[in-house]
């Protein structure tokens, strides 16, 4: 309790010595703690310097919040740092300034630039390829945001690794999606954010964390209806799912171009005989595919 009331002092006494000059102003290097120190402008250097390996993120220039100001921060992940700025520049805000990078034994490099207390942070990270990697740093994310006393935490994950190891098909396996859900939630997230997950059940292994499964589909029906369908020149389509779990998505699908005129479309299911991960034996089509143009709706895209 007495640290606590001897940082607000220590916190206040600060704010108040800056008066106006609340700007940051980082370089582009990394460095130990330094002073701060006025700049020309009337500004303030951090005391920390920026080390990235994306490059220059934004401006290089911050706001340190009020003990009450709450707002909200997106902080990227190295999955996708392209998507990041896109989704920053869409949304009118910079990137948190922060050093994401690894050490030379491979080992995650992560630092702050800027406070996040008090902010709402949404933390841009894929499980994709390399899968480990980007999960340990997702979640050595999270941790040090939790430990930096941001007032919520928002996972948006567009693709969640591990996904289809969601059940025991034998036993003495971990049900690997259960056991990631289990990872996030016990670092700290409030919210995760995902995309078309590979089955929907995935949002009942988040016990106390709500879950927005976000789909694509929408998005991708009025492509399909400008730009391929009148490839086919009026001839009947079909709609085929690769295997009978991707059934409700391509029934979704099916239904998205049926509401926008595509009457002469049917449903198709693709059963897989598997000798092993990764491997198939055998195919059988259960449907009309005869004379039809097909559409395949998946959701991942593995060993093609």
């Known amino acids: 309790f007495t640290a606590v009331l001897g940082a607000q002092s220590h916190h206040s006494e600060y704010a108040n010595s800056l008066e106006t000059n609340d700007t940051f102003t980082s370089s582009t290097s990394i460095g130990a703690p330094k002073s701060p120190k006025k700049n020309p402008a009337g500004t303030v250097s951090s005391p920390y310097e920026l080390g990235s390996p994306f490059g220059s993120l934004g401006t290089g220039e911050f706001k340190e919040p009020a003990p009450n100001e709450s707002s909200f921060k997106i902080l990227a992940g190295r999955s996708n740092v392209k998507l990041a ?48 990697d980007n999960l340990i740093e997702l979640f050595l994310l999270i941790r040090c945001l939790r430990r930096a006393s941001a007032a919520s935490i928002t996972a948006v994950v567009p693709y969640f690794g591990y996904a289809r190891q969601d059940r025991k098909l034998e036993p003495r396996v971990p049900i690997s999606a259960s056991d990631v859900a289990i990872m996030l939630e016990s670092a700290g997230i409030d919210r995760l954010l995902a995309v078309d ?27 399909v209806v400008k730009e391929i369908v009148p490839l086919f020149e009026g001839e009947p389509i079909c709609v085929v ?64």
């Not at 490099?109 to 994709?128: A, D, G, M, W």
């Not at 009978?244 to 479309?265: H, M, P």
């Not at 092993?276 to 998946?298: F, R, T, Y």
Request: glycine share 8%; with cysteine.
């Open 85 to 132: 700025k896109e989704v920053a520049n869409y949304l009118g805000v910079e990137l948190m300034h922060a050093t994401v990078e690894a050490f030379i034994d491979g080992e995650s490099n992560i630092q702050l630039i800027e406070p996040v207390r008090n902010n709402h942070i949404f933390v841009l990270q894929s499980t994709c390829h390399p899968v480990n």
């Open 241 to 304: 799912s690769p295997d009978a779990g991707g059934v409700a998505r391509a029934k979704s699908f099916l239904e998205l171009l049926t509401s926008q005129g595509i009457n002469d479309i049917v449903l198709a299911i693709t059963v897989k005989h598997r000798g092993g991960p990764g491997e198939m034996e055998g195919m059988s089509v259960v449907g009309d595919i005869e004379n039809k143009h097909c559409i395949i709706v998946d959701d991942m895209i593995d060993t093609a």
């Open 197 to 223: 997950l590979h089955c929907g059940q995935i949002q009942g292994f988040f016990h106390h964390v709500p879950v927005d499964n976000l789909s694509a589909l929408r998005e991708m029906a009025p492509y």
